[in-house]
């Protein structure tokens, strides 16, 4: 299945800047977008509510001024994420708001609703939805979802615990539609390889989190140039949902990272850390594996260069090995 025109005529790189608990905001996205890949933020990102309309307004406005001043290379969509878990109290306002200004991608997590996707469907917008598993994955095309984001092993934030290669594997096997790739992306050669796998685009969190634009702390900036794929541990603690976390930042609050207890999922929530008075994602740094890729602290637009001249070193690179493979083979066959 061919990709939507959305996530298809604009992209100057298969990529989608993944939203970002706290850290992504109008700046972030507008700057992703300019730069050719799908900038995204959590509305839960927009406080106090109301801020949320704001934020659509300027996003829209901008984009719609750079289309018109930049037609050689126009902007490319942005998105939305909603929290559709129960505990969100923000979702219908918020449904209202990003229907009010039809935000071109909505992305949906903690759960599908055939409600939500009816919504965002009624002004022509695209719904993606993020899974850590096959049976998460049919739910959410059952119920209205055009296309996927499986979060594997490795990815920053909240994430699930299999190996992309099964993860995507397994989709394909059932589903042709659109799917994004979120797991230890940071360098080009990830993007690639991400495709390679089956995967139309890769969703790219953790390297924006260091970046100028990005509402993150500084330390915490700084504590990603200076880790690796090493540096994370895996754990339900500090929201009742597994996922990746720097541990330095995990130590830096007084906790031992080899010894943490589990928490319970049903008690799911997105502030408090447990029996601890650390806090996700305040003090307890989500992070995904593959920030060895980043060495500095840039813009938005020079991450999305390097990513893009990675990209196309790879695809050189790859085409390469292949016609000396073909060669070999056609050697061996003579």
């Not at 229907?99 to 996707?117: C, F, Q």
């Not at 990272?257 to 029996?275: C, E, I, K, V, W």
């Not at 938005?300 to 196309?312: H, N, Q």
Request: with cysteine.
């Amino acid at each position: 299945m061919a990709l939507p025109p959305v996530l298809r005529d604009r992209l100057r790189l298969p990529v989608i800047g993944s939203p970002l608990f706290i850290v992504s905001n109008p700046d972030l996205v507008i700057a992703q977008c300019k730069a050719g890949i799908v900038g995204s933020f959590p509305a839960l990102n927009a406080r106090p509510a109301s801020m949320l309309d704001e934020w659509l307004h300027r996003i829209t406005e901008e984009l719609a001024a750079w289309d018109r001043d930049h037609p050689e290379t126009p902007s490319a969509p942005y998105a939305v994420n909603h929290i559709v878990h129960k505990s969100s109290d923000r979702l219908e306002h918020d449904i209202e708001a990003t229907t009010k200004w039809k935000a071109p991608i909505i992305i949906t997590s903690l759960g599908a609703r055939e409600d939500v996707n009816a919504s965002v469907h009624t002004y022509g917008g695209t719904v993606l939805h993020d899974v850590i598993n096959d049976r998460f994955a049919h739910k959410a095309i059952e119920k209205g979802a055009d296309g996927l984001i499986p979060v594997a092993a490795g990815a920053g934030g909240h994430a699930g615990h299999l190996s992309p290669f099964a993860l995507i594997q397994g989709l394909r096997e059932w589903f042709d539609g659109p799917i994004a790739l979120s797991g230890s992306i940071a360098h080009g050669r990830a993007v690639l390889g991400a495709q390679a796998m089956g995967a139309d685009l890769a969703y790219v969190g953790s390297a924006f989190v260091a970046t100028q634009e990005a509402n993150a702390d500084p330390a915490y900036q700084a504590m990603i140039v200076a880790s690796s794929g090493e540096d994370i541990t895996y754990t339900n603690l500090f929201t009742g949902v597994h996922g990746n976390y720097l541990t330095p930042s995990i130590i830096a609050a007084g906790l031992d990272p080899a010894n943490l207890p589990t928490s319970d999922a049903s008690a799911m929530n997105f502030g408090s850390g447990g029996n601890s008075k650390a806090k996700a994602w305040r003090d307890i740094w989500g992070c995904g594996q593959g920030i060895g890729a980043v060495k500095d602290v840039l813009t938005a637009g020079d991450l999305v260069a390097r990513l893009s001249a990675e990209y196309e070193q790879a695809k050189a690179e790859l085409a390469a090995k292949i016609a000396l493979t073909e060669r070999r083979v056609a050697l061996a066959a003579e």
